[in-house]
């Protein structure tokens, strides 16, 4: 039996007309909409349209605002940029950038585990107050 490739099939090539829905515009997008996830073994989420977005997004964030201080933490788990250093990568800085995705506002910097935190959660307020009632019980 043949391996399953990056795409999960057992053939080089996805099968003309299959698709998946993106993670962000909610748009169901032919698989060559799609770049493969920075480790290169799977397809991101989110098409390159909204990947695209999200990057002028992120650096014009970047460029308006500038890094934080040397002396920052991240204010959700109160760590330090060397304390949370690595976390996001060999390659990646302390912080993330973190915005509103509706409104692309700009809220602050995070550390890497904290913004997946809030990412999981879809920034919804009322699961993450049933999450803390869980935690409580």
């Keep these: 039996m043949t391996q399953p490739n990056l795409f999960g099939w057992e053939t080089d090539d996805p099968v003309e007309g299959d698709s998946k829905v993106c993670s962000k515009c909610g748009t169901d997008k032919p698989l060559s909409a799609y ?35 040397p002396d920052y933490c991240c204010p959700i788990c109160l760590r330090t940029s060397s304390e949370v250093a690595g976390s996001g990568g060999k390659a990646a800085g302390p912080w993330v950038v973190d915005h509103c995705h509706e409104t692309d506002r700009f809220r602050g910097w995070l550390c890497h585990k904290c913004n997946r935190t809030l990412g999981g959660f879809e920034d919804d307020i009322q699961m993450m107050h049933r999450a803390i009632s869980y935690l409580k019980s």
């Design 35 to 69: 770049s493969l996830h920075s480790g290169g073994s799977y397809l991101r989420t989110e098409c390159k349209t909204c990947t695209n977005h999200m990057t002028r997004v992120r650096n014009n964030i970047r460029a308006t605002y500038g890094m934080p201080s």
